[in-house]
C-alpha cells in the first residue's frame, strides 16, 4: 500500500509559477513509476507527466511540455511538478499517481495502468 498527498496548489496570476509536491509513505517509492494527472471542471481527467522508478525518463503531454518539469527523490519518498508560465488552462485538480513496476525506464500514460492516487491539489490560474 502506498499513500500519497499533494500539495502546493493555490491561486497564481497567468504567466506565473508553482512547484507542486508529492509526499509517499507506505511501500518503498522507488519501486513505482509515478505520474501527474489533472481534471478540470466538467472534463475528464488527463495526463500531465510521467517519470520512471529512477527518475532517469520523463514525458509530458503536448500541452504542458516545456513548461512543467516533474522530478522525484527517491530518498526522501518525493515527487514534484515544476510549473511554470501557468495560463487559465491550467486550472485544474492536480493529482499524483503511482503505478507497481518490476523494471526502470518505464513511463506510465494511461489513468487505468495506475494502482495509487493523492487527493488532488487545486490550481487555479487567473487571467
Known amino acids: 500500500q502506498v499513500r500519497l498527498v499533494e500539495s502546493g496548489g493555490g491561486l497564481v496570476q497567468a504567466g506565473g509559477s508553482l512547484r507542486l509536491s508529492c509526499a509517499a509513505s507506505g511501500r518503498t517509492f522507488s519501486q513505482f513509476a509515478a505520474g501527474w494527472f489533472r481534471q478540470a471542471p466538467g472534463k475528464e481527467r488527463e495526463f500531465v507527466a510521467a517519470?520512471?522508478?529512477?527518475?532517469?525518463?520523463?514525458d509530458y503531454s503536448d500541452a504542458v511540455k516545456g513548461r512543467f518539469t516533474i522530478s522525484r527523490n527517491n530518498r526522501e519518498n518525493m515527487m514534484y511538478l515544476e510549473m511554470n508560465s501557468l495560463t487559465p488552462e491550467d486550472t485544474a485538480v492536480y493529482y499524483c499517481a503511482a503505478a507497481g513496476r518490476k523494471v526502470f525506464f518505464v513511463l506510465v500514460y494511461s489513468p487505468d495502468e495506475y494502482d495509487y492516487w493523492g487527493q488532488g491539489t487545486q490550481v487555479t490560474v487567473s487571467s
Open positions: 517519470i520512471d522508478r529512477g527518475g532517469s525518463s520523463t
